[in-house]
C-alpha cells in the first residue's frame, strides 16, 4: 500500500536524493493536478512519471493514476500538494 501524505500549503517534499523513489501531485491554478516522480525498474534503470492530461482532470483521477504507477514501481510515498505555488 502506497502512503499519501498531504502537505501544507507552504511545505515542500522533502528531498529524496537522487536515488531514492518519489512521486509527487500538485495543484494547479486551473483546478487540475499534475503528477510527476522517479523510480527504478527491477534491472535499476530509473523510469520517470509524468502525468497524463486525461489524469489531470481531478484529485481523485490523479491519485488513482499515481497509486498506479507506484505500485507499479515501488514508490512508497504520493506528496501531495493541494494548493498552487502561483496562488
Sequence with gaps: ????IYLSPDEKMP?????????????SNDGRFF????????NGE????GSLAEND?????ALAAA???AAEYDVPTIW???KSYGS
Design 46 to 49: 530509473w523510469v520517470g512519471y
Design 80 to 82: 501531495v500538494q493541494l
Design 67 to 69: 497509486q498506479q504507477w
Design 57 to 61: 482532470v481531478s484529485l481523485k483521477v
Design 35 to 42: 503528477g510527476s516522480g522517479g523510480s527504478f525498474k527491477a
Design 15 to 27: 528531498d529524496q536524493g537522487d536515488d531514492q523513489r518519489w512521486l509527487t501531485i500538485d495543484a
Design 1 to 4: 500500500m502506497v502512503a499519501i
